[in-house]
């Protein structure tokens, strides 16, 4: 039994590594990996993102976004955003960046990965309002 959990454990693992590609963000001087989730939303992000210069508007004291029109392909989406995640908020075809937990009510949002460090947070909440992010492989 123990052997098979160890297997299963392992699995799960090797299959959460391979079905996530990482991507990174500078800002200023600061450096951030990022988790990019497989699907199909995520890949539409990582085309849209990669090798960008990207300025970005902070909001409500939760979030950077920037409006970008991606496809969801019918992907589960919530009504929460959880600090350190990034999301595809299909109401208001918006990316964000979240630092804060926070609540959407009525809109909803797919996720399309997580910040590796959660240092991101607090740097983000204290970042200006309009900030420029670099994204590359």
Known sequence: MKKL???????????????AETLF????????????NESGCAKEFLKFVNGKNLK???????????YEKLKTSGEPAGTKYSKGNIYYNTVYNAISFAYEDHDLGDAQAVLIGTFKDKEVCDFLKSADNNTSFTFSK
């Open 5 to 19: 959990l160890s297997i299963i454990l392992y699995s799960v693992f090797a299959f959460s590594a391979l079905s």
């Open 25 to 36: 963000m500078k800002v200023g001087s600061k450096n951030f990996e990022l988790e990019v």
């Open 56 to 66: 970005m508007t902070k909001y409500g004291g939760f979030e950077f976004y920037i």
